[in-house]
């Protein structure tokens, strides 16, 4: 082999070398946008056995207005990307049912150790903070029943966001709980409701879920 030769196919080398984390970087790129657009569908495509029930089609949170806790506007997409555990309700108070779900995620969330960071937990209503009320005659984990709702989210349920629903938000993203209040939902880091679950669905196959979700998504 000639001395042109052998430098031509160094040259080479390193072009293929150096165009692999380019290539990678633009095949993120691509799958994170059309997941995003709601275009592809990432959990059928990875082909997983999910124990929830896909909502299809997704639906896109930040397309309804959104309020903090304390009533200011808030986009979604601006919080940290995380997978979250969402907690809709539909009246101005929590009840037995809803107290039981905010429970159950909670015991989900710890569950998932080191991958806890990676997840969150949402409270969402169209009932402000201040005006939510507590209706229970005990807590799921036989603790005193605090005096109010926001006092039950800082004393059982610390770090747990409240995202109040601008008016018909939660048709429109939750309607499956009206008929089944049992119902609560996954929604992906780009800020889609993609999955739901049911008290019937044990709570190591949602781990299950959860862990291949957190595998694949690199999120």
């Not at 937990?121 to 005096?147: C, I």
């Not at 995202?163 to 209040?181: H, I, K």
């Not at 019937?200 to 957190?214: G, M, P, R, T």
């Amino acid at each position: 082999m000639t001395q042109a030769m052998q430098t031509n196919n160094n040259r080479l080398v390193l072009m293929l070398i150096a165009g692999i984390p380019v290539t990678m970087f633009l095949a993120a790129t691509w799958l994170w946008y059309y997941v995003e657009k709601g275009d592809l569908d990432l959990v059928a495509s990875l082909g997983t056995a999910n124990q929830g029930t896909l909502v299809q089609p997704p639906r896109q949170i930040d397309a309804i207005a959104l309020f903090d806790d304390t009533g200011a506007p808030r986009k979604y997409i601006d919080l940290e990307p995380r997978w979250t555990l969402a907690v809709p309700e539909a009246g101005a108070d929590c009840a037995a049912t809803c107290e039981h779900l905010l429970y159950l995620t909670r015991q989900i969330h710890v569950a998932m150790g080191k991958e806890f960071n990676r997840i969150r937990r949402v409270y969402l209503s169209e009932t402000p903070l201040d005006q939510a009320g507590l209706k229970l005659d005990r807590l799921s984990d036989g603790n005193t029943v605090p005096g109010s709702f926001s006092e039950l989210l800082g004393t059982e349920h610390r770090g747990m966001r409240y995202l109040q629903l601008g008016p018909g938000g939660y048709d429109a993203l939750f309607a499956e709980q009206r008929d089944a209040p049992d119902t609560w939902y996954l929604i992906d880091p780009a800020g889609w409701v993609m999955m739901s679950y049911n008290d019937s669905i044990h709570y190591k196959d949602v781990i299950s879920d959860l862990k291949f979700l957190l595998k694949n998504s690199g999120v």
